[in-house]
């Protein structure tokens, strides 16, 4: 699962920059390094999460949006590496 922490979501957002500085695996998708879109359907705090390079779907995913008592000065996502490395 991934944790978006994106203050763009307390204004109502439903998408976001997502900069990817090392690869990542989501959801079985392999992502290189580099900038995405992040939309996310529902209302939170569980949401369905679809990334984007362009137009184009690279990746989807259960994801989690976390709300903020104060507006953050970024956006942040959460990662996790799986004993097996990945």
């Known amino acids: 699962m ?4 994106v203050a763009a979501a307390a204004f109502g957002a439903d998408k976001g920059p997502l900069r ?3 690869p990542v695996s989501v959801s ?6 580099g900038e995405y879109t992040v939309k996310w359907e529902g209302n939170g705090p569980n949401v369905q999460a679809t990334i984007l390079k362009g ?3 690279v990746a989807t995913t259960p994801a989690r949006l976390v709300d903020l008592s104060s507006q953050s000065p970024s956006n ?3 990662t996790r590496s799986n004993p097996d490395g990945s």
């Open 20 to 22: 990817v500085l090392d």
């Open 28 to 33: 079985g998708k392999q992502l290189p390094a």
């Open 2 to 5: 991934v944790t978006l922490l």
């Open 76 to 78: 942040a996502s959460v």
């Open 55 to 57: 137009k184009t779907v």
